[in-house]
């Protein structure tokens, strides 16, 4: 069950990003979002991200909740040590 104040958390704390991204995408309509095709724009302005707007998202308890029970999951960390093991094998060979 959600905590008082969960919800409203986790709307401001997108709030924030997309305020944020939006600025440095220069979208001011509905349709400015709907005009942007693939995924480049939304990574650039993601990477620009002003600190309090990074701040922002990582305080939403929801997301830290999600993001930790993933990394607790059996499944998740075998794919993460089978990717890291992968990756230090590809680098070995260059």
């Known amino acids: 069950m959600l905590k ?13 990003v997309a305020d944020d991204m939006f600025n440095l995408m220069g979208i001011e309509t509905l349709g400015d979002f709907n005009a942007i095709e693939g995924s480049d724009a939304y990574l650039s302005a993601f990477s620009g991200l002003q600190d309090e707007s990074i701040e922002a998202f990582s305080n939403i308890t929801i997301i830290r ?12 960390q075998s794919y993460l040590v089978e990717t890291v093991n992968t990756a230090q094998d590809i680098i070995a060979l260059d």
Do not use: K, N, P, R
Request: a negative charge; proline letters at 0%.
């Open 4 to 16: 008082l104040g969960m919800f409203v958390e986790f709307i401001h704390g997108l709030a924030v």
């Open 65 to 76: 909740g999600v993001i930790s029970e993933m990394l607790m999951s059996a499944e998740v």
